[in-house]
């Protein structure tokens, strides 16, 4: 970890106790900053609370009082998920005090390169896929950020034999002010998190972000396929090496007879691959393109990209039952998420979907439902998704309370050699914490059917 003297006697706002913030709050503390948390939520008995008050931090629970932005306060470290809304980033902003999120900290303290991964869809995969392939060929990587653990605190262990390999939401890269990572990309750019961002606009260049900073001697990764993408990935002053499916990019990675080549050179037949889904081929295009960079062997991405079946809740095979197939696809949030889980199946597909309504339609996801023979829908949602089930001529649907519910629904209506997929294509919070305890609770489900 580099010492770093910036954050030394300066008074500094951490908003939202979650992981991002505790971790936050214990490394400026570390550095010698004066800090107080807020959190509305937070009770002063809870165990991260006590562990702050232990060190000597003020810790503030309950309300966002206006009294905590004052003219004395330097910095607002913010949980990623607090909307710039709320009154005290409001406050911060009138008041021109710097609003960043624990990313941009861990770039300041890591003696490590930095791989950044963004996009609207497929991060989770490309992340996994190049920390496996590292590791395999043995490059000691680290993997940070919005896949789940906390970035400054991997960055706090990492020295320079190391590379940080970090998801990066649009809400993370937003509170970025010098964050430059050696190698960044964007997978893809579609509408989403608008809720939050406001415009498609205000999204892109959330996401932009990721290429702000870098300089010659940093490499963008860009997809030629996606015209937004190509089009704010012109602001970069970093080298630039494309990757595509569709053009045969001779100083990138591409597709071509049946094969992806980087640079040439001959990397891995297409049958070759474990991952369902034609969709995963973007994601292995752009997961070679930054191992390639980094000077791993053929040999090392070959045997992860023979074995690497799916990271959990994103396609994730669950089991057999009966000649069923369960696919975890817990992970897809949005109607583009769930549109590419169908693309990956050809068999007859029984679909569980539905969860927090944003206010949005789903009549997108027509045109995906071709292999569909039956709903089961839970959540808020539920009523929207019945309508476009019926204007897509779908004759089984089914209405249930929950998504142990719709395993066992979903197994009754299910012959043989049927796909039984959850892909919610909505958020989980209106029933569940997070997407991934509801992916949970749908493989304990299918388990308790063997």
């Known amino acids: 970890m580099k010492n770093i003297n910036e954050y030394v006697h300066k008074n500094v706002l951490v908003i939202g106790l979650a992981k991002s913030g505790l971790a936050a709050a214990k490394l400026l503390h570390k550095l010698g900053a004066n800090v107080t948390v807020n959190d509305l939520k937070a009770k002063e008995e809870d165990v991260a609370v006590q562990e702050l008050l232990e060190l000597g931090i003020n810790v503030v629970t309950g309300e966002h009082p206006p009294s ?24 911060a902003e009138e008041k021109r005090i710097p609003i960043l999120t624990e990313v941009e900290l861990a770039y300041k303290i890591s003696e490590a390169d930095i791989i950044a991964i963004t996009g609207s869809n ?59 990572p050696k190698i960044a990309m964007i997978l893809n750019i579609f509408d989403a998190h608008l809720d939050y961002h406001g415009t498609k606009d205000e999204y892109i260049y959330a996401k932009s972000k990721i290429y702000e900073n870098q300089s010659a001697d940093d490499i963008s990764i860009i997809n030629f396929d996606d015209e937004d993408v190509m089009r704010n990935a012109g602001t970069s002053q970093a080298e630039k090496l494309f990757f595509s499916s569709t053009k045969e990019c001779m100083d990138g990675t591409y597709l071509k007879d049946d094969s992806i080549w980087f640079k040439g050179e001959h990397i891995i037949e297409i049958k070759d691959i474990v991952l369902p889904g034609e969709h995963n081929i973007e994601n292995v295009l752009a997961a070679i393109s930054a191992v390639k960079l980094r000077g791993v062997s053929n040999h090392s991405i070959r045997k992860v990209l023979t074995s690497f079946n799916g990271v959990k809740h994103r396609l994730q095979f669950v089991g057999d039952v009966s000649q069923r197939r369960f696919y975890n696809d817990s992970k897809a949030t949005n109607i583009l998420a769930t549109s590419k889980a169908l693309q990956a199946f050809t068999t007859p597909t029984i679909l569980l979907a539905g969860g927090l309504d944003r206010g949005n339609e789903f009549d997108d996801l027509k045109p995906y439902l071709t292999n569909v023979k039956a709903m089961v829908l839970f ?72």
């Open 68 to 91: 905590l932005i004052s003219d004395l306060l330097d910095v607002v470290v913010k949980n990623p998920g607090i909307p710039y809304s709320n009154p005290l980033i409001v406050l």
């Open 122 to 180: 497929g991060k989770t995969t490309t992340t996994t896929l190049i920390y496996e392939i590292l590791l395999e060929d043995k490059k000691q990587p680290l993997i940070a950020g919005n896949i789940g653990t906390v970035a400054c605190e991997v960055a706090q262990n990492a020295t320079k034999e190391n590379v940080i390999v970090m998801e990066l939401s649009s809400f993370q890269l937003l509170g970025t002010r010098e964050f430059k």
């Open 379 to 450: 959540g808020e949602t539920a009523p929207k998704l019945e309508r476009i089930a019926k204007e897509s001529g779908i004759e089984v649907i089914k209405r249930v309370d929950n998504v142990e519910q719709a395993v066992y629904s979903a197994f009754e209506v299910s012959t043989s050699k049927d796909v039984i997929l959850l892909s919610p294509a909505c958020a989980s919070w209106d029933q569940y914490k997070t997407f991934e305890e509801r992916g949970d609770i749908f493989i304990g489900a299918v388990h308790k059917l063997n």
